[in-house]
T-cell receptor, first 115, second 114 residues
Framework: EAGVTQFPSHSVIEKGQTVTLRCDPI?????LYWYRRVMGKEIKFLLH????????ESGMPNNRFLAERTGGTYSTLKVQPAELEDSGVYFC?????????????FGPGTRLTVT | GDSVTQMEGPVTLSEEAFLTINCTYT??????LFWYVQYPGEGLQLLLK?????DKGSNKGFEATYRKETTSFHLEKGSVQVSDSAVYFC?????????????FGKGTMLLVSP
């Protein structure tokens, strides 16, 4: 069974440009999470989908970030316009079952560099 | 809010040395505790977990005990190998909040030399 996949693995863009990150969760996993690690800091929660619905987006830094999960399958995270402080590694994770089942499976991450 | 504090790295050890990576937490509820590992070029992998006080999680020779009295979950291994070189993240999930969102520490890089 395929694990969580993310695309691209690395993106370098200029300040002001737009970037879209994609996450494909493990098939059948209803829960999908986005996290971000800024260099040297903690991995921080961004948002949580249950199927196609946003369950919790309290970690989204501002309205330049837009996440979608059409049809409850893959998810995209768009940053528009990108700022220097958006640089970091964006991780996606998925888990099955109800929200109280905590084991999450992570993708390899997308390294975003904004210059 | 919830938080996780783990020791700063990098931790540099020789092969077969004993490893301890300290982790303490603050949580409003009764959390589950985790150690995740990220090997070079790969995603985070769950290494071990513990869901209640005094539980010991173990995997691949690593172990950690959930200590409620000291709010700690220190990671230990008796004899490290070069292949253990990776970044280790301590994390918690406060299930009293109703969801399993993870709160992570900053990560500790472990470098093991032959």
């Amino acid at each position: 069974e395929a694990g969580v996949t993310q695309f691209p693995s690395h993106s370098v863009i200029e300040k002001g440009q737009t970037v879209t990150l994609r996450c494909d969760p493990i098939s059948g996993h209803d829960n999908l999470y986005w996290y971000r690690r800024v260099m040297g800091k903690e991995i921080k929660f961004l948002l949580h989908f249950v199927k196609e619905s946003k369950q919790d987006e309290s970690g989204m830094p501002n309205n330049r970030f837009l996440a979608e999960r059409t049809g409850g399958t893959y998810s995209t995270l768009k940053v528009q316009p990108a700022e220097l402080e958006d640089s970091g590694v964006y991780f996606c994770a998925s888990s099955q079952g109800g929200p109280r089942i905590a084991e999450q499976y992570f993708g390899p991450g997308t390294r975003l560099t904004v210059t | 809010g919830d938080s996780v504090t783990q020791m700063e790295g990098p931790v540099t050890l020789s092969e077969e040395a004993f490893l301890t990576i300290n982790c303490t937490y603050t949580a409003t509820g009764y959390p589950s505790l985790f150690w995740y590992v990220q090997y070079p070029g790969e995603g985070l992998q769950l290494l071990l977990k513990a869901t209640k006080a005094d539980d010991k999680g173990s995997n691949k020779g690593f172990e950690a005990t959930y200590r409620k009295e000291t709010t700690s979950f220190h990671l230990e291994k008796g004899s490290v190998q070069v292949s253990d070189s990776a970044v280790y993240f301590c994390a918690l999930s406060d299930q009293d909040s109703g969801y399993s969102t993870l709160t992570f520490g900053k990560g500790t890089m472990l470098l093991v030399s032959p």
